[in-house]
């Protein structure tokens, strides 16, 4: 028999990251050394409070299926987080928790996009807007992040773009791939302009706690916009915990109810021993300091890195202010960024993404994530060096 697929399934992409990992995983199998800078996971473990609490609720019986939208305890506990740590109040029947942030994203665009309709997003940007966008059958309209501009969208470029037709507009800060972050009047920009051409957004604040010096500035929170935007956040990054599964969305209640019918006919429920874990990760302490340090680290690793692309003839690299991302221009190189991402993997042994894998706004670019301890990244930045100086004397292999 001869499987006819959806046309759908053309239109959807994939995630440049995990394509990379797979194939270094491949190079290591044959005995190869690889640093690997190409996934967005902390090496952190999961804070030890944090599995402990996951190891009781596992002992008290959290192995059956709660409600769609969560256990009620862990809305409310996401609801007091969130009002301690932006000031905004918060209903547990406006929070749903879901087996990945992803599925926000999905399930909004699902509940609220016809076919047609527009959706703006940003470009270079994680990779699954404009596939889910382009899924669903609507038009995606991609938004430039400029470098000259430390990677935040041109305002008025922005507003250029809405249409009668566009309907949506995805936001993400801190940013992947390039660690630029909005200020404040970004956010108060793109809450007029929401207002004025009512429009629902999509506020991706994953990283909002990994940011070195400046304020995260929330686009949900931002006065008259709880309203119309859905917070789009979960617990892999901040807690390490991108095996957990578990994301959550804060959205408007009709639209929460909508979330939580989709969660029924898909994952049914997150799993309710990590939800009852992500109750300590919101309201420990001792979580919130291991964030802290986590964040220490990171930053330590970000002027490492960015100073030693810096110093590598033909690359120049802007100091992201959050995330854990450094995107570094390599036009001056001389090299296409998708020749220098696979150059580096199969002869130096280092796994980057190009930037064209998150959009045409990122040729010119490769994204590394310093997720990896000082020793491997001062040798994955030993190794690009090396063949980016090999390739520009114009030597093979």
């Known amino acids: 028999m001869t499987i006819r697929f959806a046309e759908r399934m053309s239109r959807l992409g994939t995630e440049g ?35 402990e609490a996951a190891v009781a609720a596992l002992q008290s ?64 940007g994680y990779p699954v807007y404009a596939s889910l966008v382009e899924f669903i059958g609507a038009k995606g309209v991609p938004v430039r992040l400029r470098e000259d501009k430390d990677f935040r969208m041109d305002l008025d470029e922005l507003a250029a773009l809405v249409t009668p037709r566009t309907r949506m507009l995805i936001v993400n800060s801190p940013q992947n791939p390039t660690g630029g972050v909005l200020t404040k009047e970004d956010v108060a920009f793109i809450a007029q302009l929401a207002a004025e051409h009512d429009l ?7 990283y909002s706690q990994i940011v070195y010096g400046p304020e995260h500035v929330s686009v ?8 119309r935007t859905v917070l789009m956040d979960g617990m892999s990054k901040a807690y390490a915990m991108c095996g957990w599964r578990l994301g959550y969305g804060v959205a408007p209640q009709p639209l929460a109810a909508k979330m939580e019918t989709l969660m029924i006919n898909s994952s049914s429920c997150a799993a309710a021993f990590t939800q009852m874990a992500a ?20 930053q330590a690793r970000r002027d490492l890195v960015v100073d030693g692309l810096n110093a590598i003839p033909g690359v120049r690299c802007t100091r992201p202010e959050g995330a854990f991302y450094a995107f570094p221009n390599i036009e001056e190189t001389g090299l296409d960024e998708k020749d220098l991402a696979d150059g580096l993997l199969q002869e130096a042994g280092v796994a980057v993404l190009p930037g064209t894998a998150f959009g045409p706004a990122g040729k010119g670019f490769i994204r590394l994530a310093y997720t990896q301890g000082e ?23």
């Not at 949900?220 to 309203?227: D, T, V």
């Not at 020793?375 to 292999?397: C, F, N, P, T």
Request: net charge negative; glycine share 8%; aromatic share 8%.
């Open 17 to 51: 990251a995990f394509e990379v990992l797979a194939r270094a995983r491949k190079l290591e199998a044959q005995g190869r050394d690889v640093v690997h800078l190409e996934i967005g996971e902390p090496d952190f473990a999961t804070p030890d409070n944090i599995t």
């Open 375 to 397: 020793a491997d990244l001062k040798k994955g930045l030993e190794r690009i060096s090396g063949y980016v100086e090999q390739r520009a004397r114009g030597v093979d292999g």
């Open 200 to 206: 629902l957004v999509i506020s991706d604040e994953i």
């Open 61 to 124: 019986g959290y192995t059956h299926y709660t409600p769609a939208g969560g256990i009620i305890e862990a809305r409310a506990s996401l609801a007091g987080f969130l009002e301690r740590r932006l000031g905004v109040a918060v209903d547990p029947t406006e929070v749903v928790l879901v087996p990945g942030s992803k599925n926000i994203l999905l399930f909004v665009l699902l509940a609220c996009i016809e076919p047609g309709d527009e959706v703006i997003y940003p470009d270079p």
């Open 220 to 227: 949900w929170a931002a006065p008259g916009m709880k309203e």
């Open 279 to 298: 109750i300590e990760a919101w309201e420990s302490p001792e979580s919130a300091a291991a964030v802290e340090r986590m964040v220490h680290i990171f």
